[in-house]
């Protein structure tokens, strides 16, 4: 069973509202992931991370979405303006080598509504 | 650009009868493949994956999936689904070199009685 914790399950802001989520990766991971699941099921990956360094992002994350993973602490994701179409389940997964055939290990996500 | 398609957004079946899900890749360099499954409030779980050699590969659970280069496909199977299958399958590509993994929307399968 993976170890990724993600914390909070749910979360509701009004729009306009930061919203902010953490994940903690399973033990020893330093390759860490931010996908958007909307509700008919797709991914859209946001960003990764390879200890404190970002590897890949989209455009989207440049602007309203921001993430860091400092050491010693949780990973974050943040929303400065939360937007309706920003409801989904946002999952954060890791990995140990950050190798393209490697397996990811997911957290159970953390929920966002946008009213 | 790396892509995946799951045709079948929902699949019902008997439980004790067969199963596949199907997944079709597109890609532009050496794929390597992935099924997961999420049941109802829990994060992703692997199920199996390839990335080389035996183009067959198999799973937990009794699940199966192959690989054929010529079709661009890599289903899933089960000889005989249960009912705690039901679940949703997403299958999942990458390209050597490139970290982000593409997910396909998933298909949604209900095992009935």
């Known amino acids: 069973n993976s170890k990724v914790i993600q914390t909070p399950r749910y979360l509701v802001k009004g729009q306009g509202q930061k919203a902010k989520m953490r994940c903690i990766p399973e033990?020893?991971?330093?390759?860490v992931f931010w996908y958007q699941q909307n509700k008919n099921n797709e991914f859209k990956f946001l960003i990764n991370?390879?200890?404190?360094?970002?590897?890949?992002q989209i455009d989207m994350t440049e602007k309203r979405f921001s993430a860091e993973c400092p050491s010693n602490s949780p990973c974050s994701l943040e929303i400065q303006s939360s937007e309706a179409g920003d409801s989904a389940l946002y999952l954060c997964?890791?990995?140990?080598?950050?190798?393209?055939?490697?397996?990811?290990?997911f957290g159970h996500g953390t929920k966002l509504s946008v009213l | 650009a790396q892509s995946v398609t799951q045709p079948d957004a929902r699949v019902t079946v008997s439980e004790g009868a067969s199963l596949q899900l199907r997944c079709k890749y597109s890609?532009?360099?050496?794929?390597?493949l992935f099924w997961y499954v999420q049941y109802p409030r829990q994060g992703l779980q692997l199920l199996l994956k390839?990335?080389?050699?035996?183009?067959v590969v198999q799973g937990v659970n009794g699940f199966e999936a192959e690989f054929i280069k010529s079709n661009s496909s890599f289903h899933l199977r089960k000889a005989s689904v249960h009912w705690s299958d039901s679940a949703v399958y997403f299958c999942?590509?990458?390209?050597?070199?490139?970290?982000?993994?593409?997910f396909g929307a998933g298909t949604r399968l209900k095992v009935i009685a």
């Open positions: 997964a890791s990995s140990l080598w950050g190798q393209s055939n490697e397996r990811l290990f």
């Open positions: 033990k020893g991971h330093p390759v």
């Open positions: 991370f390879q200890n404190q360094e970002v590897l890949q």
């Open positions: 890609y532009s360099g050496t794929p390597y």
């Open positions: 390839y990335y080389s050699g035996d183009p």
């Open positions: 999942a590509v990458s390209v050597k070199g490139n970290y982000k993994y593409v």
